[in-house]
Structures are given as C-alpha cells and as structure tokens.
C-alpha cells in the first residue's frame, strides 16, 4: 500500500488570503452556474430542456450518494433501492389515490427515509464489501417485490403517472425540478458543512480515532444513510413524472452503479464532483447514443480513462491543472491525497472490530 | 416424490458446479488482491462466445468443444494478465472503490466489444457427442452432461484444495490472503503473485464460460446473470474460501433448483434472502474465520 | 455555504458548458431546411434483444433506399434516424422527444421491447406524430393506452395466444404451462386459457412454471413438466431464454415424450440450427419461408444480396411498417399527422406477408399469426416449418366490448 502524499505544496500557501480567495470565487462560481441553469432553458429547444431536467435531476442523486462514498466512506451498492422508492411512492400516491405530483413528492423522501433507516440498521454493523452486498443484496429484494407484485406496481410494466397540467409543460416541470434539486442541494452542503459532516469525514479518515474522541461510528453512518437515501427518494420522486411512469428498472443494481459512476467520474473528493459526474453522464450518454453504435463501450472507456489516469475525477483533474493540490474546506480530501488508504479500505475484519469495540466504550 | 427431489438436487448441483468454478476464481482474486473483479462475469462470458467462434472455425465436433478447454480459458486469462498488468497494477494503492469502478468499466467495454465482434445474434454450441444423451439415477433420465459438470467441479475444487494446503504456492496464497505484508516481508515477488493470480482467477472464469456455453444459449447478457450469483456465492462462503464457495455455490445451485419444486414465485429472491441472511447472521460468510 | 475551491467552480462551468453547447446545437439546427422527409427509429441496438434491433433496422433501411431510388416520397427523399434506447424506457422517452423537437422528424418507427414501446408511444401522442409498431405487442398499445397516431402491425400477445388455443384446443386435453415470468407472459397465459375453454371445454392445465427471464438453467422446470405429463406443453419462453430449455430439455427426452407449442422467432431457428428437434409447433410473426408470394421472393433475394443473411420476422415487419407509412403519406399527399393517420385508416397495404388492412378503433393491422411445426429443410441452413396454417387476425383479435373494458378500466 503506497502511502498518502504528506508533501503537499497547498499547506505552504497562507491559509487564510486562499481561503477567502477561494470563497469568494465559489460563491461567484454558484451564483453563475444557478443563472444558467435558470435562464438557459427559456432558449433552449424542448429536448434540451427534457435532458437538462434528467440532468438535474440525477445530480441530486449523485451527490445524496456521495454523502456516503466521498463524506463517510461507505461503497453503497444498492443506492437505486431508494431513488425507486422514491418514484413508486410518487407513480402510487398518483396511480391509487389520485394524489397529484406535487403533494406526493414530499412523501417520497419520507418513504425512502424509513427504508433506508431500516435497511440502514443492518447494513452499517457491515464494512466495506461486506457493506457494499449487503446494500445491494436488500435493494434487488425490493426490486424482486415491486417487479412481482403486479397487482400493486404494475409489475415490469410499470405504473404510470402524469404530472398535473400546470407541471405538464417540458419548462415548467423543468423549474419545478431545479427549484426543489436547489433546496435539496443545499440542504446536503449544509450537512456537509455541519458538525455532522465533519465528524462523517472524520469516520472516513479513521473510524478508530473518530470513535476514541467520542464519535457514535454506527450512528452516524445510520444517519448519513438515512439521509442519502431521503434525498435519493427525492430524486427519484421527480424522475417519475418526468417520465411518466415508474419502471423495476429504476430499482435494478444496475441503477445503483449510475451514481457510483457519475460520482467517480466527477470526483468523489469535492461537492461538486458528483454533479459534474451527473453532467456527463446524461449528456455525454444521450450524445453518444445519438451518434454511434456502441455506447457502453464509449462509457467504458471514459470511466477507464477517468479511473486510471485521474483519480480524482474531472474535478481532481481541473485542480491538479491548476496546481492547486489541497485539502478541501468541508473534511474532503484532494486529490492528490486520497483518504487515508487505511480508512476507506473494504479490508472488513479489521474495521468491524474496531467499530464494534469502540460501539462497547460509548 | 423422494427422488424427484433427489434427482432436482443433483440438477441442483450440476448448476451449482458451474457458479462455484466461476466463483472460486472470484474468491481467490478477492482473497489475495482484494480486488472485486466486476469483469469476472464478462470474461465468462468472452470465454463461452469464443467456444462458439472455435466450433464455427474447426467445424462444430467433439474436437471443438476439446479446443475450446483448452484455448478459451488461457486466452481470456492472457487477457486477465494485460487487465491486471496495465491496469489494476496502476491503481492498487488506492482505495477498493477504484479497483470496483475500473472493473465495471470493464464490463462495459467487453459487453459492447463482444457485440462489436459477434454481434448482437445469440448461438448455440453443441455438446460433446458421448454426452448428449442423458443416464439414468433413481429410476429417471439426467443429462450425461450435468453428470460430467458435477464430476469437474469436484475435480476443480479438489484439485485448487490441494493446491492451497499441499503446496509452497498454496501456503504462499494462503500467508496472502491473510496478510499480504507478511508474504512481502517473505521475499516473494508479491507483483508477479498477484498477476499470476488474477490469470489464473480469470481462468477459472474462462473454464465456466466453455462448461457453461453448450447448456444454454451463448447471448449478450450472460456476464450479468453469472456475476451477480459469483458474488453472492463468495460472500455466503467466506471472502477468500474455496470450500466457502464450494458451499455456497451448492446452497444456491440446489435451493434454487428445489426452491421452484417448493415455491416457484418466490424463487427469483432465494438468493437475495439468502445473502441478507448470512450477512446479517454471519457477516463473515459461512467459513469465514472471525477476525 | 462555505468555500468550494475554484476547481470546482471550473468544472461547474465545464458542466454549464455543455448546457450551453445544447443550446447552441438547438438554434444551429433551427436553421436547417426541412427538405427530406425525417423518419425517427427509436430502436433496442442495445441489450439482450440487440439482436431484433438490427434486423428491424436493416427491414426500415431497406425499405427506405427503394423509395428513394425510385424518387422518393412526395417527391422528397426519405432520411432514416435511429437512435439506440438501451431497452430502457426513459432513454425511448428522450431519444423520440429528441428526435421529434429537435430533429424535427415527421414519422416514426417503433422500438423493439414493449415497454420501450410504450414509452414511444407515450411521446408520439404528445407530440402528434404517427407511429407504427413492428415489434412490441402488449395488448396495452391497442387497447387501453390506444391514441389515434399509434398504428400497429403486430399480432399483440392477446391475438397470438388466442390464435395458438385455437391451434392447440381441438386437438390436445391436458396442458401445462411454460413462460418467463412476466407481465406479457401472464397476461398471455390468460388469454390463451380463456380461448381454450372455449374451443376445448374439456381442457385443462395440469402444470404451470414461471422461470425468471434470463434463467440460465431450465432442469427443474423440466423435471416438473416431466412429472406432470401433459399432452401439450405451451411455451412463452422466447429467444436465448426458448433456446436454452430445448437444448436443456433433450436429454430428458421431453420432445418425445410429450409435445411443445411455442413462440418462434428466425433468430432461434438459427441459432439452434441442427439442435432444434423436429416436430415443434411453433408460432412466427413473418415467416419468410412458409410464405410464397412474388413480394416476399423478391425481398428475401435483395435482402440476402445486402446483408447477406435470411431476413428474421423483424427484417420483414421493419420493412413492412416503413412502407405502410410511406404508403400513408402518399395517400395523404402530405406529412401532416392528422392525414396520415385518415390515409392509413383507409389504406390497403399489399404487404409481403398478404394483405394488410387496419381497423380504425385501435389500429390494429389485421396480421396473420403463423403456425406450423418444425422439420429439416433442404434449402435452408435451418429447420424451417411445415403446414403452416395461418390464422387471421379477425378469428382472434378482441372485440370492440373488450375494448371498451379495458379502456373504461384505465
């Protein structure tokens, strides 16, 4: 195991001239991207709009995700159990009791909450891969229900679900989206930000030391699965109407790997990294469909580049290109040091002890 | 009745034998590099397309299935050597995640490069001529070649047994999969260990996709039924544990068999109850050792 | 909100680039003249039914390179758009919104699984664009979720599982049941028992086995046919999953001891090739061979001189489909969607498996369902069918009370 790089130039540059530096160009980089994101769609053509929704939409579901990989350390393998919950909930509540789009959304966080609480309590006695199969291992169970289940669900054929005429409009629906993503997104940089999610880093960096300066280890990871998996329900609350339908396709493992994907290609180390990863995804895949033939092997090789050549993703790269090799604000690692190879390890055995042992100090 | 189920655990096993060979190759990748290899099931499935390819090119005979155990594996773990060598080698210090994700990419690389090549078309591939038919057990019919499946699984498990508890190399494997320091500290070329590994992981793959081809179909899709089945069998038997995947792979060969007979609606989730269950019962697997 | 770094807002922009770049694409294509007639082909390239896909394409492909070689339709040229949906239902959904808001595309060809089929045709009633299905076939399309600008060339599951009751009803008493398990298999299963208890009152189902789709091994659904001895297994197995229970089924001599009646596809016939036992009854969509007419002879021959194979079902229905439209716009003597569908409403397609005519309540084309049983061939590489018995669309396919039932009930 090589060890993390200590000689970091960005230790040597004051800290505070950088740091204010840096606020204020991301305060300013944010500022930017929201304009576009709210003025753009008035002139794009309705297919953009379409995409850009999707976009926003699966940022969302990005960087609830990375709460676990890039802020706790935790390889969630089974994440599309709560982004499908979270449609189904919205396609029911429309389908059964004719509750429209708008009420039944704020029920899908709730519903994916509870799941994810409840698989929660399982998964984190688990580290590593054991973590990681267990995750997937409940969310194709509730694939297999909600694909069996015909009489409720609708079974593969999905279970529709239109959003109501105010909504029904491609820019419309697009600004309801982006308004709730914003709030949602904001929410989890103030997690980040927070106490919680320094000391969610801090089990990152060493679960042991977390624990000796008084860090309930199991509790916070429950939370910060719970709370990924409510901002995934969100996320997939708003990709079923925008479809018009909710699919068993949306709960599949398969689903599951689109955020670790999109996340790992935009950096797992950085906020914004997953949303850069969603960027690419959607675009880059819609794109590549339209003009060739084989787009799983154009995507292959984009996440192989990515993977081997830039380890921390887009984002990691922007930064090493601006030779800015530092440690983020929020308890995110650079680039160039990658959390503590001892932490994020899925050697399980070791970490479970130690987790467990800690568990009977507290 | 008895024996309908005797004659279903026996067609049980014969699937199981199929998944414990595949997943042995998993397990040991696992064991040693710790390294989740996503790509296993796609070099399966290469393996059984190019079983094809060599009965299209020799004409489709005995002979072809012969060539195909004997080139297909080696050349899907020459493969495995370039994946590990140029790739995996580059990211090992990095955290598992990495390892996971590059593997994935993997998958999508080989399922669309196999479309490139064969197409989209699925094939069949005939099965050696002596066991086409079927003998019988229990006064009923069961196909010569599930009889030769069980019969080579048995073999592999017992041949890889031997290997790790009666040879230097199996003890070296062994010390790695243990602690991969200590196996450094030992002077060995832990680098060379590692490719020779995951080769013959790979290959192991490679022999489960010619075994596998003339069963079914040989289609786009094979990799992602095969993978998802190989992991749940590693982690049930211990991460690392051959006899773990032995038994783990029989516990899903035979449950699901004799699970349709039961409650066939339910089958499709016998082996995600199964998982949850180990895992939260026994997180380590059946014979993991507690650490 | 705390600092984020200045690499992150570089990647933001980079993210906002893109945003941009579509905008700009969008104007730029504003700009272009209309001049061929667009025809959109949201299609399944990709996954298990890949296969399907692209036979489907080379049917449309070749279709289109006729009319424009005879000058079109018109008077325009026709240009064919395809795009790959994965098997997935929301990138259907944004591939035909694409193709329709951006690329401007006047017609549509339908995809290749039916829940992709249904999210296509979900957009083309938005949008107004008249579609032709060639490959999906939930009854859904016609029925409940039927819309005006949806046209469908394929017998529906409904149709095809009646057609075989009354193949199989007179003939057989006990039957058992094989299909993979899901929704259009189910509904199959019930459609196929309804008409048997009518054809047969006697019959009965002694077995019924529900393997999940992509189940590689069939041994102990073959045990349990085995035990339970029907004189007809019906099977809604199809493709690599049909494939593997026949070359698993063999060796227990299932094929001898009892009979199996399925869905068949070319694509199966060739790849079982010498493996497939005689005798099978099996139930295709487009069965070149079984088919003698001067159209489908002299399709199947610049069908193998381009793509130097035989032409599956998709081939033939692709083909089929894109000369209904084109025949549609020609009767319309215009593109517009609300013609085109009056035109086809009223049109006789002399189509290479017979005579095509849709009937204006769900836009079903009243297409034969062919069924026969397999035998060794002496002209083809593979077993083709034998007594062929083609059972019309008007025996089967549902009347206007069922319907009325299944839309009052949406």
């Given amino acids: 195991m090589a060890q993390a790089s200590t000689n970091d130039p960005g230790k040597v540059r004051p800290a505070v001239l950088s740091g204010l530096l840096r606020q204020r160009w991301s305060l300013l980089g944010w500022l930017a991207f929201l304009v576009v994101l709210t003025v753009v769609p008035l002139f794009m053509g309705e297919s953009y709009v379409y995409l850009t929704t999707n976009f926003v939409i699966m940022a969302l579901y990005a960087v609830s995700f990375n709460l676990l990989l890039g802020q706790t350390g935790m390889l969630s393998f089974g994440h599309a159990a709560y982004f499908g919950l979270g449609a189904y909930t919205v396609a029911l509540l429309w389908s059964r009791l004719s509750i429209a789009v708008f009420p039944a959304i704020l029920l899908a966080p709730l519903v994916a909450g509870v799941a994810a609480l409840a698989i929660g309590l399982f998964c984190v006695r688990l580290t590593g891969m054991y973590f990681a199969m267990l995750t997937l291992a409940f969310a194709q169970l509730i694939f297999t229900v909600v694909f069996e289940w015909y009489s409720f669900t609708g079974g593969d054929n999905g279970l529709p679900v239109m959003p109501p005429d105010y909504l029904l409009a491609a820019r419309r629906y697009y600004y309801f989206s982006l308004v709730i993503v914003i709030v949602c997104t904001a929410l989890l940089r103030l997690i980040v930000s927070s106490p919680f999610g320094s000391a969610l880093a801090a089990i990152r960096e060493n679960p042991e030391r977390a624990a000796f300066v008084g860090i309930n280890v199991r509790l916070y990871q429950l939370a910060a699965f719970v709370f990924a998996g409510v901002f995934s329900g969100v996320a997939g609350g708003l990709m079923a109407p925008l479809q018009q339908m909710a699919f068993p396709s949306m709960l599949f493992w398969t689903q599951s790997a689109d955020p670790v994907l999109m996340a790992l290609t935009g950096g797992i180390h950085s906020f914004t990294g997953p949303i850069v990863g969603a960027a690419v995804f959607v675009f880059l895949n819609f794109a590549v469909t339209t003009v060739f033939d084989y787009p799983l092997f154009a995507f292959g090789a984009l996440v192989l580049i990515v993977v081997l050549f830039f380890p921390g993703g887009i984002v990691g790269a922007t930064e090493r290109l601006l030779g800015q090799r530092r440690r983020g604000p929020a308890g995110y690692p650079a680039e160039a040091g990658e959390p503590d190879p001892e932490a994020a390890t899925m050697e399980p055995d070791r970490s479970v002890a130690q987790v467990g042992s800690n568990a009977g100090n507290q | ?291 | 909100m705390k600092a984020k770094g200045s690499a992150g807002t570089i990647s933001l922009i980079a993210a906002l680039c893109m945003v941009v770049a579509g905008a700009v694409i969008v104007l730029a294509s504003v700009a272009q003249a209309a001049e061929p007639i667009k025809v959109g082909l949201t299609t399944d390239l990709t996954g298990i039914a890949a296969a399907y896909a692209r036979s489907q394409v080379n049917g449309v492909r070749m279709a289109i390179d006729e009319y424009n070689a005879n000058g079109g339709v018109l008077g325009r040229q026709l240009e064919l758009l395809v795009r790959d949906s994965q098997l997935k239902p929301a990138l259907g959904t944004s591939h035909t919104r694409d193709l329709i808001t951006r690329e401007n595309v006047d017609i549509l060809v339908g995809p290749d699984s039916s829940a992709v089929g249904l999210a296509v045709s979900a957009v083309a009633k938005q949008y107004k664009r008249v579609v032709i299905m060639t490959i999906p076939n939930t009854p859904r399309l016609p029925m409940e979720l039927f819309h005006p600008y949806m046209f469908t060339l394929v017998p529906s599951g409904l149709m095809e599982t009646r057609a075989m009751a009354e193949v199989l009803g007179p003939k057989y008493r006990t039957y058992a049941f094989i299909g993979g398990d899901y929704e259009a298999s189910h509904q199959g299963l019930k459609y196929f028992k309804e008409r048997l208890a009518q054809v047969n009152p006697d019959a009965k189902f002694v077995d019924e086995n529900w393997p999940k789709l992509g189940e590689p091994d069939f041994t102990p659904y073959i045990t349990r046919l085995l035990a339970a001895k029907p004189d007809m297994i019906f099977s809604y197995l199809w493709g690599a999953d049909l494939i593997g229970f026949i070359k698993q089924a063999k060796p227990y001599n299932l094929f001898e001891r009892t009979q199996l009646a399925t869905l068949l596809f070319m694509d199966d016939l060739k790849a079982l090739g010498g493996e497939m036992p005689n005798g099978i009854i099996g139930q295709m969509r487009a069965p070149f061979f079984a088919i003698n007419n001067p159209r489908m002879d002299k399709f199947v021959k610049s069908y193998r001189a381009r793509y130097d194979d035989y032409p599956a079902d998709w081939a033939v229905m692709g083909y089929e489909g894109m000369q209904v439209l084109a025949q549609g716009m020609e009767k319309a003597g215009s593109t517009d969607s609300d013609a085109v569908v009056k035109a086809i409403e009223s049109l006789t397609y002399e189509g290479l498996t017979g005579t095509i005519t849709f009937r204006n309540e769900d836009h079903q084309g009243n297409v034969p369902s062919f069924i026969g049983r397999t035998t060794d061939s002496r002209q083809y590489p593979f077993k083709v069918l034998t007594g062929v018995r083609a059972v019309s669309a008007e025996q089967v396919w549902p009347t206007m009370e069922e319907i009325r039932t299944a839309r009052a009930s949406q």
């Fill in chain 2, 1 to 291: 009745m008895l024996t309908d189920i005797l004659v279903q655990v026996m067609s049980g096993l014969s699937r199981g034998m199929v998944l414990f060979i595949v997943a042995s190759g998993l397990t040991l990748i696992f064991g040693v590099l710790r390294v989740i290899n996503f790509a296993h099931g796609s070099l399966y499935m290469l393996a059984a397309y190019l079983t094809h390819s060599i009965a299209m090119l020799v004409g489709s005979n005995d002979l072809s299935f012969y060539l195909a155990l004997l080139i297909a594996p080696v050349a899907v773990a020459l493969l495995g050597v370039v994946i590990e060598v140029t790739m995996m080698r580059r990211i090992s210090h990095r955290p598992h995640q990495y390892q996971l994700i590059l593997t994935f990419a993997l998958t999508l690389l080989i399922a669309d490069g196999v479309k490139m090549v064969w197409g989209g078309d699925y094939y069949t591939v005939a099965r050696p001529s002596f066991l086409e038919g079927s003998f019988t057990v229990f006064g009923q019919p069961f196909p010569s070649y599930y009889g030769m499946l069980i019969i080579v699984g048995f073999v592999i498990a017992g041949g890889l047994l031997w290997m790790l508890t009666r040879t230097r190399l199996g003890k070296v494997l062994d010390a790695a999969v243990s602690d991969g320091e200590m196996v450094s500290a030992l002077g060995i070329n832990v680098p060379a260990l590692y490719t020779a590994v995951f080769a013959f992981g790979v290959w192991l793959a490679g022999l489960g996709g010619v075994l596998a081809a003339p069963v079914g179909s040989v289609s786009l899709g094979m990799d992602n039924s095969i993978i998802i089945e190989s992991f749940a069998v590693v982690i049930i038997g211990g991460v690392g544990n051959v006899i773990g995947a032995l038994l783990g792979a029989i516990i899903i060969g035979v449950m699901q068999s004799v699970g349709i007979m039961v409650a066939p609606k339910m089958a499709i989730a016998f082996i995600f109850v199964v998982l949850c269950a180990v895992l939260i019962l026994r997180p380590r697997g059946l014979m993991g050792v507690k650490a």
